[in-house]
């Protein structure tokens, strides 16, 4: 559960506006969780972004304690 925290968190931090650039589209699990808030690419859009970057340079320096949550993402109230 921990693991899947943190990729979650790389996902919401990082793979959110990098991974369109190189698969496309959004992460799976941001889809999920978001649902309709989350934009939609047509078809086209998807295939313009994929592979769109010519260099990517990052520096992130930041260290943050990612745990599972009892509330989901989505805001909605956790299940009785």
């Not at 996902?11 to 699990?29: C, I, K, R, S």
């Not at 889809?31 to 990517?56: T, Y």
């Amino acid at each position: 559960a921990d693991v899947a925290a943190a990729r979650r968190v790389l996902d919401f931090q990082l793979h959110w506006f990098l991974q369109p650039v190189t698969a496309g589209d959004y992460p799976e699990v941001m889809r999920q969780a978001v649902g309709h808030r989350l934009p939609a690419f047509s078809h086209e859009q998807r295939q313009r972004l994929k592979g769109s970057i010519d260099v990517l340079g990052l520096n992130y320096y930041m260290s943050q304690l990612a745990t599972p949550g009892r509330r989901p993402i989505n805001n909605e109230p956790p299940p009785t």
